[in-house]
């Protein structure tokens, strides 16, 4: 037995700090009670890329448009004009973050960022993981005795240094 679907809304705090467009689509996200999951199916991209989208920092494509507006319900040219420029990324919140789950994340790279930074150097040399070229997901793993986990995979393009 499945437990009850939670659907990610849009917190009240962030609307001044995001596109236009990302209220009108978490509002008819929440209408349809859609996951992130379920709209990635239907748009043939990542739930975390969705995301990105509903909170401007990811461009859509014309052919992301048309299906977030067939799937939600919301018209086809607001939705292409509102989405037409090019993402803003990185305002969504205060730096460092006061969310809890965000602040968590940005805590991981604080504490164990220099060690990710050795490991990979190790294994690839000098250079860093692209977030441009770039792609993730988020599995949940539940272990023998019922607690769940959480698995974040970041998988980036390799760009070593250049000399100059």
Request: glycine fraction near 8%; charge should be neutral.
């Amino acid at each position: 037995m499945t437990g009850p679907t939670n659907i990610a809304t849009l917190d009240s705090s962030l609307v001044d700090r995001l596109p236009a467009y990302s209220k009108t689509l978490f509002d008819a996200k929440a209408t349809g009670k859609l996951t992130f999951e379920e709209i990635a199916r239907e748009l043939g991209r990542g739930e975390v890329a969705v995301a990105a989208l509903f909170y401007g920092q990811a461009q859509a494509s014309a052919e992301d448009v048309d299906k977030l507006s067939r799937l939600l319900k919301v018209p086809r040219e607001s939705l292409a004009a509102a989405m037409s420029g090019f993402p803003d990324r990185g305002r969504a919140g205060p730096m460092p973050p006061v969310e809890p789950l965000i602040y968590r994340l940005y805590e991981i790279v604080q504490n164990y960022g220099y060690s990710f930074k050795a490991v990979l150097n190790e294994k690839f040399g000098d250079g860093i993981m692209s977030a441009i070229a770039f792609s993730s997901k988020v599995e949940k793993e539940v272990d023998q005795d019922g607690v769940a986990w959480v698995n974040i995979t970041l998988r980036g393009k390799w760009l070593p240094y250049s000399r100059f």
